[in-house]
């Protein structure tokens, strides 16, 4: 996909579980709400996630897998459980790819 672009500063290994948990903690924290409140199935923009702190959201995320993503995989993906494993997909294929040269 488009929106992704490995880089060699990667961590090792992101499950979608560990993906999905990083993004409850830090969109809890954005959000100013308790971790428990965030159902992983329900769309961002119903917690008043705004474009900015979409773009802060894509920005953090990407550092933290070694992708630079476009903030427009927020609503390809709207929600943490979908985003989760869409991403642990990407890190995974850009994984093999680095292997594969």
Do not use: C
């Amino acid at each position: 996909m488009s929106n992704f672009i490995p880089n060699s500063t990667a961590k090792p290994s992101y499950t979608a579980e560990e993906i999905q948990a990083w993004l409850v903690s830090h969109i809890s924290e954005l959000l100013k709400v308790n971790p428990d409140e965030i159902d992983i199935t329900e769309p961002l923009d119903s917690y008043g996630l705004d474009s900015v702190q979409g773009m802060l959201l894509a920005a953090q995320t990407g550092k933290l897998l070694g992708f630079q993503l476009s903030p427009l995989v927020l609503w390809h993906y709207p929600t943490i459980e979908l985003l989760s494993q869409r991403l642990a997909e990407e890190f995974q294929a850009s994984e093999s790819e680095i292997f594969e040269i």
